[in-house]
Every structure is written in structure tokens, then in C-alpha cells.
């Protein structure tokens, strides 16, 4: 591709609203321009790259069996009723009517639209398993679109969905997926690692996230480094610590204390200079409508997704302050465990395995600007239920071999989901086995954020003067450098370029009417791979300067077979 005639508006400087540096260096290099907040157009590079992945995905999509399909982007309304997603699935689904007032959405998933293109034809075991996957647009109204592609609004997924007879085939067709992905992501080059991820309200424990390994991932990820379990932080089980078994003479007799202004754990520790961990955090939530109270040590976190599925809740959500009032019968912030049951006979306490540590701890007196001193479990007050509910941090034990937890971030780049026969139910996508018996067929989900994976890619591989692509992903082979615009420089870099191409190496060639800095910079921003660049200076002795884009310095080789060279460089 020669560049005179090619699209590739590059930046000096990245726009002030990119906030991370995929998204600056994907808006400098010329790949997206922003249309609207989360909202991107793609350019001529940006889309050799998309297709780049897509194809990758594709091959080893097709070789594991699955079957490429198109599907709408606009979904009837009708068909989210049936599996009742109207309802639950929240403000990221764009709702709209069409003209006669029919309900439509704009597709952010696809599982209603696949299970029903499936039920039409689908009736017998024997056409049983299947496995069809798309790639296509998906809308969601995220509520705060951000980190360019990354988190967008409007984005390219391949999304595959597979339909299974029975529990043993169902859970090959997720190893097959996952087996495949394991292959795909590393095709593309990544660091990367597949974590156990959170079910939601589905249930089961067939779920994980595929993360790529990057300071600016927005997941974090537990590795236990001894056994090898690894975990999105918002599900990492916890061992439980060693409860204290305070002897009955340690018991210091509960006091009063007066904590004037002091609201937070932080101001109240600081004030009676005590450590947030001997705190007695009581925290009031609404679930499904009823209350419940939870109760954390001061400097611990709890975590909503194991609070949610301890409950068994379908909505969760922290109380508001009259209903914090009401429900404790205490001042906001000074709300403690102590004679909870007398005032409110009917609430349940659930407590995190850690409040077990604490001896002689301090919890609010529910009193305005009081605390006490010297709270005992058991002594002064005795939760209904222990349960691990802290969210994963430093010092955290794996529950598996106890070994101390490491902790990265991570960007999540693909999901595999087995989904059992949540929609298959409420869709009623049933199949007649071998004894003429209706069943629900067994579905399994697995996402990869295709426009996602280049941001990441990016992430991963970048220095100072721009992207770095791993060779699969590059958008073109090889950069070709025309250091002259005519003459003798320009007509071997115009037989280079034919020669390259001719041995099936994508080139882009830069023969524009630039200053060589400008070509240089360009190049690095643009990031391929390899670079070739031809000029008066080496001419003469036949030579050419070729650059990787990852050394320092460049090297000098002779014209002549540089095609076969590449070629080799390459493993074409
Ligand atoms: P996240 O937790 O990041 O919101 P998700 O669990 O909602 O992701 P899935 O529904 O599993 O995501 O979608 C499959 C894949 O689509 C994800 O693994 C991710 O790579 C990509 N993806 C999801 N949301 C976005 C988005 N807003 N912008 C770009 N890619 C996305
Ligand atoms: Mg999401």
C-alpha cells in the first residue's frame, strides 16, 4: 500500500479527552476517530488490524467446529421478554420503537436472537451439538464509556453460543472453546492468563475470564503462587483466619467512649488511636427489599458478589440512610452490633469469618457521636451467620494450600460461560432424545471483544515513540521507506516494494513528499513490526538500512534477495 494514497491521518499530539495510552496512540497512529462519547469510527489501518484478529479467531473458531453465522443488531423486544432480560438487564440495553410502536433493542449480547434461531430448526438429539459464533456490533450504554475501544459503547464481539444434548457433551464443548481461546489469545502474542470468574445470578462454577496481563487493567486478578489458583479479585475465595480464643480473663469490660465529628473508620481510629482491624464495621444493605446487616473488620472491604450469592439475592444494594436508620435504630455512622436483636428482633446478622480476630474491639454505641470499647463476640453480641465475604487483598490466604495471594491487573478480553439451561427454559429451546422425551438443550456462551483485544494489544506493547505490534496483528508486514521522491532511490524502492509483494509480504511504503523525520516518526508511531528504508547514502554500495521496530539500532543489508530475507524474518 503506498501511503500517498492511503488513510492514515496520524497526530502529533493525542486528544485531551484520551485518558489511557492505547486510546492515544490508537487515535495518533490514524486506527479510530471518536464520533461520540464511547462511539468510534474506524480507519483504513485500524480495520486491517480488526480484521487481523478477526481472522485469527476465525481459523480457530472453524477447526475446534463451530459454525460462522450474521446475525441482526436490532432485536424484537419480544424475544427479552421471553427470557424475562427486559426486565433485568438495566440501562445498557438501548430500547427503542419503530414506527408502529413495536419494541426493539440494539443487540449488546445475543443470546435470545441465537437460542431462537436455533429452536426454529433444531427439534432431535441427532442434530445435536452445535455451535454457532458471529462477529458483529454490539451497543451497550455504559455508564461511563471510557479508555477509547476499551470500554465503549458501540464495539465489535465475536460472540459463539453452544447447544448441547447432554451434561458430558456441554462441558466438552466449553473445554473445546476454552481450548481454542487458549490458542487464539496466544496467536495474538499475549501475556495472558484465564482466571475463575464470577457467575452472576446464573449460578454453577464454569465461568472464566480471559485477562491480558497490564498495569491499566481494570480487573484485578488473585494468583495463589503456589497451586496455581487464579481468580478475578471480585471472586477470590479466602481462607478463613485463625479466630483469637481470647481467654475468658482478656475480656475488658465494654466502655462508652465519647467520638465527637468522628463519622469514618479512619477519623474514629485516628482519635482514639486504635488500628482500623480492631474496628467492628457494621454495614446495612437491602436485599431484594428485606435488611441486612453485615459486619466487617474496620479495614476490610466486603465484597458484594459473594454478600449477593451467600443471599441468594437478585438485587443488592446499600441501604439509604433512612432506611440505615430505621433498620439499626441508630444514628448514620454510629450504628454497632451490640443489642441489635433487642431492638430489631427480626434482622439477620451475617459476619465476615474475620470479626472472629477481633478481641476487645470498637464498634459504634448507636448513639450520636459514641462508640464502645471493648466489644466481645459472643460477650456482646453473636452473629446469625460467619461467612467469607472480604474482598480479596494483600495478605489474603488461598483457601486451596494457604500460601499468601500475588496480586496483578488484568484486562479481560474473553468470557466463556457455561449457561445450563437458563435460556433454554424460558425460551422453551427444547430437543426429543433417543426416547422421544422433551429437554431443554444445554447452552454454553463465550465472548471475545474483538475491537477490545487491540486496545490491549497496545497495552501490552508500546514505548515511547508509539505501538509495537506483535507480528500477527501488525496491519502490514513490512514499512518500506523511500527516502527520495524520484531518481534512483525511488525506482529501487519502487522494484523493493514489487519484489516484496510479489512473495506475498504486505508492505505499506512510504513514498510521500515528507521530510525523513516525519517518515520516521510516522513509522514508529504506526508500529510495524519491521523496517526497511532505502537512501542515497547506502545506495551506492547496494546496501539498504533495516530496523526492527523493537531494536535500538539499525543494520545494513544488501538489496539484493532482501525479499528472501524477509521472507525467512517472517516464517512465510
Ligand atoms: P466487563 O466486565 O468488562 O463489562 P462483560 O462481562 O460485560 O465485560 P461480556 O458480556 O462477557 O463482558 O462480553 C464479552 C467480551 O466483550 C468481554 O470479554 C470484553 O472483551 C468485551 N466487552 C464487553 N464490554 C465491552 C465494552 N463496553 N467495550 C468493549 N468491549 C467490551
Ligand atoms: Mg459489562
Not at 106 to 118: D, G, I, R, S
Request: proline content about 5%.
Amino acid at each position: 500500500m503506498k501511503l500517498s494514497q492511503y488513510y492514515i491521518p496520524t497526530l502529533k499530539e493525542a486528544p485531551k479527552d484520551a485518558d489511557i495510552i492505547s486510546a492515544k496512540l490508537m487515535l495518533r497512529a490514524g486506527l479510530i476517530r471518536k464520533t461520540a462519547s464511547g462511539i468510534y469510527e474506524w480507519l483504513p489501518l485500524g480495520i486491517r488490524i480488526l480484521k487481523k484478529v478477526e481472522n485469527i479467531i476465525r481459523e480457530e473458531l472453524d477447526a475446534a467446529g463451530c459454525c460462522e453465522v450474521w446475525l441482526p443488531v436490532v432485536q424484537p423486544q419480544e424475544l427479552w421478554e421471553k427470557s424475562t432480560r427486559w426486565t433485568y438487564y438495566g440501562k445498557e440495553l438501548l430500547r427503542f420503537k419503530d414506527r408502529k410502536g413495536a419494541g426493539f433493542c440494539l443487540a449488546p449480547t445475543a443470546e435470545e436472537v441465537m437460542t431462537n434461531l436455533v429452536m426454529k430448526d433444531i427439534n432431535s438429539y441427532k442434530q445435536l451439538p452445535l455451535c454457532l459464533y458471529q462477529f458483529g456490533t454490539k451497543f451497550r450504554d455504559e455508564i461511563r464509556p471510557r479508555f477509547g475501544v476499551m470500554r465503549a459503547r458501540e464495539f465489535y464481539m465475536k460472540d459463539a453460543y453452544s447447544f448441547c444434548a447432554d451434561e458430558k457433551s456441554a462441558a466438552q464443548w466449553y473445554q473445546r472453546l476454552y481450548d481454542a481461546y487458549m490458542r487464539i489469545f496466544t496467536r495474538f502474542g499475549f501475556k495472558f492468563k484465564p482466571v475463575e470468574a464470577d457467575t452472576g445470578n446464573i449460578g454453577g462454577n464454569f465461568s472464566h475470564e480471559f485477562m491480558v496481563l497490564a498495569q491499566t487493567g481494570e480487573n484485578e486478578i488473585s494468583v495463589c503462587p503456589k497451586c496455581g489458583y487464579t481468580a478475578n479479585t471480585e471472586k477470590t475465595e479466602i481462607e478463613a483466619p485463625a479466630p483469637a480464643n481470647p481467654k475468658p480473663e482478656d475480656l475488658l469490660p465494654a466502655q462508652e467512649v465519647s467520638t465527637p465529628d468522628a463519622k469514618t473508620i479512619d477519623e474514629v481510629a485516628a482519635f482514639l488511636k486504635q488500628p482500623a482491624e480492631q474496628f467492628i464495621k457494621m454495614l446495612v444493605y437491602k436485599a431484594d427489599g428485606k435488611a441486612v446487616i453485615v459486619l466487617m473488620r474496620g479495614n476490610d472491604e466486603l465484597n458484594e458478589i459473594k454478600l449477593k450469592k451467600l443471599l441468594n439475592a437478585t438485587e443488592l444494594e446499600k441501604a439509604e440512610p433512612d432506611f440505615y436508620e430505621q433498620t439499626t435504630g441508630s444514628p448514620l455512622g454510629f450504628a454497632g452490633p451490640c443489642g441489635l436483636k433487642q431492638r430489631n428482633a427480626d434482622i439477620k446478622i451475617y459476619a465476615d469469618n474475620h470479626i472472629k480476630t477481633i478481641v476487645n474491639g470498637i464498634a459504634g454505641a448507636n448513639k450520636k457521636d459514641t462508640h464502645l470499647k471493648n466489644v466481645n463476640l459472643g460477650r456482646d453480641f453473636q452473629p446469625d451467620v460467619f461467612a467469607d465475604l472480604k474482598l480479596a487483598a494483600k495478605g489474603d490466604r488461598c483457601p486451596r494450600c494457604s500460601a499468601e495471594f500475588d496480586f496483578m491487573r488484568g484486562i479481560e478480553v474473553g468470557h466463556t460461560f457455561k449457561l445450563g439451561t437458563k435460556y433454554s427454559l424460558s425460551m422453551g429451546a427444547n430437543f426429543l432424545d433417543e426416547n422421544q422425551q422433551s429437554k431443554p438443550m444445554i447452552m454454553g456462551c463465550y465472548g471475545i471483544g474483538v475491537s477490545r483485544v487491540i486496545a490491549a494489544a497496545i497495552e501490552q506493547s508500546h514505548d515511547e515513540n508509539g505501538i509495537i505490534w506483535p507480528a500477527p496483528l501488525s496491519p502490514f508486514d513490512v514499512e518500506l521507506i523511500a527516502l527520495d521522491t524520484q531518481g534512483e532511490v525511488r525506482q529501487k524502492a519502487d522494484e523493493i516494494y514489487n519484489a516484496l509483494r510479489a512473495e506475498g509480504i504486505s508492505v505499506l511504503y512510504d513514498e510521500r513528499d515528507e521530510r525523513p523525520g516525519v517518515k520516521f516518526k510516522d513509522a514508529d508511531l504506526i508500529g510495524i513490526p519491521h523496517r526497511i528504508v532505502i537512501g542515497k547514502k547506502l545506495l551506492p554500495e547496494g546496501k539498504l538500512e533495516y530496523k526492527a521496530r523493537t531494536a535500538q539500532k539499525a543494520e545494513f543489508w544488501p538489496i539484493e534477495g532482501i525479499e528472501g530475507r524477509i521472507k525467512t524474518l517472517l516464517g512465510k
